[in-house]
């Protein structure tokens, strides 16, 4: 009994570790692509871009986040976390100071895409620590809360703080932000990933009486899992990426938007708060199929060009759906076990925002500017996401 104890106890402490760790470097991780809304303007002026060249370097941005996942196969389960963590984020603080003395535009390009690409492979991490803690649930919950918390204190402070400074200020100060999470990098265990691969190796060579034995799932399953988070990121980045034009084409003013906008992302906030108290639950394939139920709903609300109420409601409920469905469909990928499965999802992830809004605009400009066919093609995936992580799931909740 003691031992048990000791053990929980030991448990208990590398879990607030982890979450302290995931929290301070999902806050930070992510300004690099929350930020793209507040330097948009300063980058324009700075150097004289066109959208199609502002547009570009915030995809390069996050397809070298996403890109990272590659390399993580052969590196992540064969070094030292606390070290690689130490590497990247060094990586991450020259990046940014580069970025601020870059005059050329391939220049910041180059800057800015080494820069991503060591931000995506900290994500990595993780998302993989996050699955190993004993409530993953409440480790995703929290990696999108702080994200979201982060995004909505930028939006907020950093146009009046930076109105009359240039871009470079800017990423000085993520600099500095990424500088103060190496204080937080050894409160995770280093080893822990390294353990596992012996433990897994004799798994190997065990017979395997069982295809979806421990830790493993079959692969038709684990390919249903990265198709719901392929297909979730697809549709909702679509969506959100068009809500103002949406809202624009049904003659709701712009400071209205703007408001209904901003208290979606409060629910978004909120919503994950939730999923993050409630943590692992018996309940969770119930809030997944109500939280993907609430999302179809909330785009089918925004067919036919919604009045101002029907809009809010739409946006509200869709943001608040998306971030309480997000941490339980993260845990659920982890259960399916495999060493590399969450560097994959992180790879999904970056796919679908990419593909997401691109395919929106193929959609909308094909009909003609109108939002139809974005819109239905949205639900589809919503719905088809529901039904690849239903089937996935059945028997590992």
């Known amino acids: 009994m003691a031992t048990t104890l000791a053990t929980s106890g030991t448990r208990t402490g590398t879990d607030r570790g982890t979450y302290t760790f995931i929290a301070v470097y999902s806050a930070v991780l992510y300004t690099v692509l929350l930020v793209a809304p507040v330097i948009a303007g300063k980058l324009i002026e700075q150097f004289g871009l066109t959208p199609v060249e502002l547009g570009g370097l915030f995809s390069l941005e996050l397809a070298a986040f996403s890109l990272a996942s590659v390399p993580a196969f052969l590196w992540l389960r064969r070094v030292n976390l606390r070290t690689a963590t130490y590497l990247f984020t060094a990586v991450v603080i020259a990046g940014n100071l580069a970025s601020g ?3 050329s535009f391939p220049a910041l390009m180059a800057a800015r895409f080494v820069t991503s690409l060591a931000a995506g492979s900290i994500t990595v991490i993780l998302l993989t620590l996050s699955g190993r803690t004993s409530n993953p649930s409440r480790a995703f919950g929290i990696f999108v809360v702080f994200q979201l918390a982060m995004g909505a204190l930028i939006l907020a402070a950093f146009p009046a703080l930076y109105a009359g400074a240039g871009v470079s200020a800017i990423y000085w100060t993520l600099a500095g932000l990424a500088a103060l999470c190496v204080f937080v990098v050894r409160q995770i265990d280093g080893d ?14 065990a017979p395997q009486h069982d295809a979806g034995g421990p830790g493993k799932a079959p692969l038709f399953r684990l390919v249903l899992g990265m198709a719901a988070v392929l297909l979730f990121y697809v549709a909702l980045s679509g969506v959100w990426t068009f809500m103002a034009q949406i809202s624009a084409g049904a003659g709701i003013e712009l400071s209205a938007s703007s408001l209904v906008l901003s208290l979606a992302t409060t629910a978004g906030i909120l919503s994950a708060l939730v999923a993050t108290l409630l943590g692992d639950t018996p309940r969770r394939r119930v809030f997944l199929l109500a939280g993907y139920a609430g999302m179809a709903l909330s785009v089918a609300l925004l067919f036919g060009a919604p009045g101002l109420v029907r809009f809010a409601i739409a946006a509200v409920i869709f943001k608040f759906a998306w971030t309480f469905i997000l941490p339980y469909l993260l845990s659920t990928l982890s259960d399916l076990g495999g060493g590399h499965v969450m560097s994959t999802v992180n790879l999904m992830i970056g796919t679908g925002f ?3 809004p691109l395919l929106g605009g193929v959609l909308i400009q094909s009909s003609g500017g109108g939002f139809t066919g974005m819109l239905g093609v949205a639900v589809g995936g919503v719905l088809a996401s529901m039904a690849c992580i239903a089937a996935a799931q059945r028997k590992t909740s």
């Open 192 to 205: 822990a990933l390294r353990r596992d691969v012996p433990a897994e190796a004799g798994r190997a060579a």
């Open 354 to 356: 990419a593909i997401g």
């Open 101 to 103: 003395f870059m005059d």
